[in-house]
């Protein structure tokens, strides 16, 4: 059994305040604009581009006067407190070896932050794989009091943020979790002040997934079997559940996403790629388990998420991306807004983040691929909009690279979506290429976002290509069941054939190129690099897997996309019989014949520590050129701006000596 950890959060007032104000935007409008000559940039600092935001994720208080975000302090995590009439920012700590996930309010004064580590499961004489884990745990701190509280029983299962309803007023909560790691997930009423837990849906046989309507009565639950999944109903809390049939995995007709029902009614929404394969939003009633109208869906890509109204009744907004992002609006009132705030910056992309629960605050983001971006607060009832902070305030667009969204053919006619970014000022022709696949691999994908370490590359001279390959989330379920069970076999073909696109173009030179990734990127970086040595000068890897099975003991048996609830063990194998040694570049050293750059986050709790050392001491065995870090107190990426710069020097040296631009 697991022991009993604690998860607990310190508070502090920063000496020095963010500064948090700027001009109103209608003053930026007025400046002049930025020369958009095509020259050769400089050398940007790679200090300047491993600058931390000033703030991240934000998320404004129901009544729209506060702001909880993610800050990186001194190269420390930490959630941050901003209030907007002018008193210091309050800094919460996150516990060392801990991972912050995500955080929310609970009310006005209280706020819920997710974290993470990695613990221990009995015994074993593998202290790197088979006896670790990662748990998460729920901590409610109160603003007023400037205490926190780790929610839910001492001990408990593995999931402990499983958030199923908060009250709005912030002074309870639902909350799923396994007393036990041996017991199915129950459901609890928490007294966010006291931590009093109250038992409202006792564990039942299979079930792992647990739904509250929109007034927090808990309403349906999924269970999952080897073969497929039931959903389990009740129209009220004062009846039972009732199973409404099973359904098989790989039933087309039946893959439900993102359950929302709405308070006192059997009718609700969700996602289903029922008709097209792709993700769209559809009424739903759950007491008969029917799909009903159609109510919005992108004619090329899935939708991501969607939002309703408090009371579940009605629609606010759905997001999807096909070559960027993009956001749709049920809300009048936001649609309006979001049109007005298109119309002033144009040439951008225009974010609404967050609102205040009434509409009178909005916290609006607005960027590029390259820029960036600000935050703004927006009062639409004072029509002003106020710059609040620059992501990164030395760097400036005109220096940076667009980056342009393309397609092109794998090997087997599959039309591969990428993004494409290309050194300024330089000929679009035989430059030397950086091959960057995106983490992952299932349920994720590449965006047009700005990305520091691809404007670093492409400051430097190369051409970056982050090829989406089959498996990639957003694309519809016939492409990404491609990529089930093609873990380093066609999934790696399509990096290849991107490279290979490129050069019949004459954009890049087939006889320069590196590839370079982080997590399953890192991986398949390592693995190109070991499957296919002719056609790679190096390779780095930043918290990649080396060792597929061992990964697969580490992670949990089902994959972090709902969406497909199939084993993560078949989604990587495919075939049962398949040995994953063979794709598993640890393994196969001997293949190796490029130099390669690794480095890991002491503290990761994804992708162990241990992937990248075994494959170091491996590499160091065989005699195979290498270079090897650990960046301690690091997880599964960067919260110092010390080590992000360190890592960009050190990706910065690595491709001067073996791969030249």
């Not at 050398?43 to 129901?62: D, G, H, M, Y």
């Not at 480095?599 to 065989?622: M, N, R």
Request: aromatic letters at 10%.
């Amino acid at each position: 059994m697991m022991q009993a950890r604690s998860f607990k959060i310190a508070a502090l007032v920063a000496t020095l305040a963010v500064p948090m104000t700027g001009p109103a935007y209608a003053q930026i409008l007025s400046a002049a604009p930025a020369s958009t000559q095509a020259m050769v940039p400089r050398l940007i600092p790679t200090a300047e581009l491993a600058r931390p935001p000033q703030f991240s994720r934000p998320v404004l208080s129901p009544d729209g006067k506060r702001m909880i975000a993610r800050f990186s302090i001194d190269g420390k995590q930490r959630v941050g407190v901003h209030s907007f009439d002018g008193k210091p920012l309050l800094l919460l700590a996150v516990p060392p070896k801990s991972d912050l996930r995500w955080y929310r309010w609970a009310g006005n004064n209280r706020i819920l932050i997710s974290l993470a580590r990695t613990d221990r499961l009995g015994s074993n004489t593998d202290r790197y794989y088979d006896s670790e884990v990662v748990s998460t745990r729920l901590i409610a701190f109160d603003l007023t009091t400037r205490a926190g509280i780790e929610l839910g029983p001492k001990t408990q299962g593995l999931e402990g943020d499983d958030l199923l309803y908060v009250d709005p007023s912030g002074d309870w909560a639902l909350l799923s979790f396994q007393r036990t790691i041996y017991d199915y997930p129950s459901v609890s009423r928490i007294e966010l002040a006291t931590n009093k837990v109250t038992t409202l849906v006792p564990p039942q046989n299979q079930i792992w997934e647990w739904y509250a309507d929109s007034a927090g009565v808990v309403r349906a639950g999924t269970a999952f079997d080897e073969g497929g999944w039931t959903m389990h109903y009740r129209s009220s809390a004062s009846e039972k559940f009732r199973r409404l049939g099973r359904t098989r995995y790989d039933d087309e007709n039946a893959a439900l996403d993102v359950v929302r029902i709405a308070r006192g009614s059997d009718e609700g929404f969700v996602l289903s790629n029922k008709t097209t394969g792709r993700y769209a939003l559809y009424k739903f009633n759950y007491a008969t388990k029917e799909i009903g109208a159609l109510l919005y869906e992108s004619p090329t890509n899935d939708l991501d998420a969607y939002d309703t109204t408090e009371d579940g009744l009605g629609l606010r907004s759905a997001w999807y991306a096909d070559d960027r992002d993009r956001v749709v609006w049920f809300d009048p009132e936001l649609k309006k807004h979001q049109a007005d705030i298109d119309t002033a910056i144009k040439g951008k992309a225009n974010w609404i983040v967050s609102t205040a629960r009434d509409k009178s605050a909005l916290l609006v983001w607005t960027g590029s691929s390259h820029d960036p971006g600000s935050y703004y607060m927006y009062r639409p009832n004072e029509g002003r909009m106020n710059r609040i902070a620059k992501v990164n305030e030395g760097l400036r667009p005109a220096e940076l690279a667009e980056t342009t969204y393309v397609k092109y053919a794998a090997r087997d006619g599959l039309q591969i979506p990428a993004y494409l970014t290309l050194p300024v000022g330089r000929d679009p022709k035989k430059l030397p290429l950086v091959i960057m696949p995106h983490g992952g691999p299932y349920g994720v994908r590449d965006k047009s976002d700005f990305d520091a370490e691809v404007q670093f590359l492409a400051n430097r001279g190369y051409a970056v290509l982050q090829p989406n390959y089959r498996g990639s989330a957003g694309y519809g379920k016939p492409f990404y069941e491609k990529g089930e069970g093609q873990w380093g076999r066609a999934m790696q073909d399509d990096l290849d054939d991107g490279m290979d696109w490129l050069a019949k173009q004459g954009t890049v030179d087939p006889k320069r190129v590196c590839i370079v990734g982080a997590s399953y990127g890192g991986y398949a970086a390592l693995w190109g690099a070991t499957r296919n040595p002719e056609r790679y000068r190096c390779a780095a890897s930043f918290a990649g897997i080396s060792d597929v099975q061992r990964q697969l003991k580490y992670q949990l048996d089902f994959t972090f996309n709902r969406r497909y609830r199939k084993d993560w063990r078949t989604k990587v194998m495919g075939d049962a019989k398949f040995d994953l040694k063979t794709v598993s570049p640890l393994f196969l050293v001997d293949k190796l014949s490029v130099p390669v750059l690794l480095a890991h986050g002491g503290d990761d709790q994804i992708v162990p520590l241990g992937q990248s050392k075994l494959f170091a001491e491996a590499l160091a065995k065989a005699g195979k050129p290498h270079e090897y870090h650990v960046y301690t107190g690091e997880g599964h990426g960067f919260t110092s701006a010390a080590n992000t710069q360190d890592w960009l020097d050190r990706l910065d040296a690595f491709l001067k000596k073996h791969n030249p631009a």
